[in-house]
């Protein structure tokens, strides 16, 4: 799936810049790739898949990284920012059963149906609303996970990405999207992030041609949230975004582990403003890890404010607590 969106990224670059040659220089593991046999909060690394390529970007063997949103901490290291975030694909959760219940939806799986799953936000979700059902760690991969599941029988069904499967060409295997209603995603999930040196500005100017200024405020409003709850893969942290007629919504929710106490919220901004050019420093201002020089910098901090403002809320309501006592229980398990 790396190499898949990678590849996606890289087309993108040579229709714009065809007298451009781009490399993919290097495949590599990261640390969340290599550490499987353990859930993904239990790791406690908050650039699992990140900190491999970064020290390749940082080492100038590479000009730029292309991530999946969601993997990207909300604060970058030192010297490196988000120089694009690419159209967002389908944000929510899929289902993907078991061969013989084909044609199913969670809600008619049999009492005790064990789905893998290796987000803590999934799970505490799908505890709520399916009580009959139980949930189980799952790693590895995209290809990795779907043949533990059609080969065992240990998973009536796993939750997943629908973004993943469809970039994977996969989607024929979706039987289920979770809605809002159902389960919220997490913060930039279905968007690809290209992560570069901050200080390059020819890479920076390059690569900002491939931001899209819908999903780049979205996700800005996202990370802005997620950040100011302080918030990682550790705790069940959700939201759902949509942009209507210059109008930001954002919802935003906590989980205890097993669903059972939570907080969800939805506030709004406008996002329109016109497109400034600002001359000088202010060119690279950065949101939350994110520099978009073509998407009109009073949109981006409406959109910002909107996410520590909805956090703010959460946390006046007692978010804090449920997060704490979510990560207490997750670390001791």
Not at 33 to 53: N, Q, R, V, Y
Not at 106 to 121: A, D, F, N
Not at 302 to 314: P, R, T
Request: negative net charge; hydrophobic residues 40%.
């Amino acid at each position: 799936l790396a190499r898949i969106q990678t590849d996606s990224v890289v087309m993108m670059l040579r229709e714009l810049y065809p007298d451009l040659c781009f490399e993919i220089a290097v495949a590599m593991s990261t640390t969340g790739d290599k550490i499987l046999d353990t859930a993904l909060s239990k790791i406690g690394e908050k650039s699992l898949f990140t900190k491999e390529l970064e020290n390749a970007l940082e080492r100038n063997e590479v000009d730029l990284v292309v991530h999946s949103l969601k993997d990207l901490p909300t604060s970058l290291p030192p010297g490196f920012t988000i120089g694009a975030v690419c159209k967002r694909e389908n944000p929510l959760d899929a289902v993907v059963f078991h061969p013989k219940n084909c044609g199913k939806t969670l809600s008619l799986l049999p009492e005790k149906s064990v789905i893998g799953t290796s987000s803590l936000r999934r799970a505490a979700q799908l505890k709520k609303k399916f009580p009959h059902l139980e949930f189980r760690d799952i790693r590895g991969n995209l290809n990795t996970r779907l043949k533990k599941l059609d080969e065992k029988e240990d998973f009536s069904a796993i939750v997943l990405a629908a973004a993943g499967l469809k970039r994977m060409g996969w989607e024929n295997r979706i039987g289920q999207l979770l809605g809002p209603e159902d389960c919220l995603y997490a913060v930039g999930q279905g968007a690809l992030a290209v992560e570069v040196r901050a200080k390059d500005q020819e890479i920076l100017n390059m690569v900002s041609a491939l931001h899209d200024a819908d999903t780049v405020l979205c996700c800005i409003a996202e990370r802005a949230f997620m950040k100011r709850l302080e918030g990682g893969c550790s705790v069940p942290v959700a939201v759902n975004t949509l942009l209507k007629d210059g109008q930001l919504y954002l919802t935003g929710a906590v989980y205890s582990l097993d669903g059972s106490d939570s907080l969800k919220e939805t506030m709004q901004t406008s996002v329109t403003y016109p497109h400034q050019s600002e001359d000088g420093p202010n060119d690279d201002v950065q949101h939350v890890g994110i520099t978009a020089k073509n998407v009109p910098g009073q949109a981006q901090e409406a959109a910002e404010n909107l996410g520590v403002e909805l956090a703010s809320l959460l946390l006046s309501k007692g978010a804090k607590h449920i997060l704490s006592v979510a990560r207490q229980l997750n670390d001791a398990r």
